[in-house]
C-alpha cells in the first residue's frame, strides 16, 4: 500500500514558485522523503531527498515538517520543461530496496 | 556522462519469440534493478540484483529472467512473451551505499502481439 498521499494534479504559471504537497502520516524514523519525476513517460528523475531537516539543490528544495508528517517539494521557478508527474516516496534508506512509485502529482506549467 | 542505456528503446514482437532487452550504466554501480510501468499500476519492480551474480526476485518476476555476469551489465530475458508482457521497461542502477538515488534508463516499450 502506498504510504503517501498525493494531490493527483496541480497547475503553476511559468516562472512562480511550485509547491507540491505530500502527506505521509505513518513515516517511520528510519523512513526518508524522496522526490522523483517523470516527464511524458521518460525515465524517473530523482529530484532530491531529505530525512527531517529542510534540503535544498539546484533543482529544489525539500521542507520537511518537524513532526515529519508532511513535506513539501518547492520548485522555486518553474519552466515549462518542468511539466512532469511528480512522485513523493517513502523509504528505509537501505541498498537494493524497490522505489514503490505512487500515482503521483501531475504538474502542469503554462506561460 | 553518467547514464543507465537501455536497448531497444522500442521493439513490436509476436508472442513466443525470445528476447533480450539490454541495459548498462557506467557509473561503477553495485546496484541494478528492472521496474515495469503500466497505467493505473506504476511502476513495479521485476528483478534487481545487489553486485555481480546476485540477482532476486521483485513484485512481478513471472515470465522473466535476468543475468548479472558483469558490474556494468544486466539484461531482462523474455524467454516466451506474451501479450501481458506488453509494458514500458525502466532498468535503474545506484551504488550500493546508503542515501543514494536511483538512476533511470530512457525505457523500452514492448509490444507482445
Known amino acids: 500500500d502506498a504510504k503517501t498521499t498525493q494531490p493527483p494534479s496541480m497547475d503553476c504559471a511559468e516562472g512562480r514558485a511550485a509547491n507540491l504537497p505530500c502527506n505521509h502520516s505513518?513515516?517511520?524514523?528510519?523512513?526518508?522523503v524522496y522526490w522523483y519525476r517523470q516527464i511524458h513517460s521518460q525515465g524517473p528523475q530523482y529530484i532530491i531527498h531529505g530525512l527531517k531537516n529542510n534540503e535544498t539543490n539546484e533543482m529544489a528544495s525539500l521542507i520537511i515538517t518537524e513532526d515529519r508528517k508532511s513535506s513539501t517539494l518547492i520548485l522555486p521557478h518553474a519552466t515549462l520543461r518542468d511539466t512532469a508527474v511528480y512522485y513523493c516516496?517513502?523509504?528505509?534508506?537501505?541498498?537494493?530496496?524497490?522505489?514503490?512509485f505512487g500515482k503521483g502529482t501531475t504538474l502542469s506549467v503554462s506561460s | 556522462e553518467a547514464q543507465v542505456t537501455q536497448n531497444p528503446r522500442y521493439l513490436i514482437t509476436v508472442t513466443g519469440k525470445k528476447l533480450t532487452v539490454t541495459c548498462s550504466q557506467n557509473m561503477n554501480h553495485e546496484y541494478m534493478s528492472w521496474y515495469r510501468q503500466d497505467p493505473g499500476l506504476g511502476l513495479r519492480q521485476i528483478y534487481y540484483?545487489?553486485?555481480?551474480?546476485?540477482?532476486d526476485k521483485g513484485d512481478v518476476p513471472e515470465g522473466y529472467k535476468v543475468s548479472r555476469k558483469e558490474k556494468r551489465n544486466f539484461p531482462l530475458i523474455l524467454e516466451s512473451p506474451s501479450p501481458n508482457q506488453t509494458s514500458l521497461y525502466f532498468c535503474?542502477?545506484?551504488?550500493?551505499?546508503?542515501?543514494?538515488?536511483?538512476?533511470f534508463g530512457d525505457g523500452t516499450r514492448l509490444s507482445i502481439l
Open positions: 516516496i517513502v523509504r528505509v534508506d537501505q541498498a537494493g530496496t524497490a522505489l514503490i
Open positions: 535503474a542502477s545506484s551504488p550500493r551505499r546508503l542515501n543514494q538515488p536511483q538512476h
Open positions: 505513518t513515516i517511520s524514523g528510519n523512513e526518508y
Open positions: 540484483s545487489m553486485n555481480v551474480e546476485v540477482t
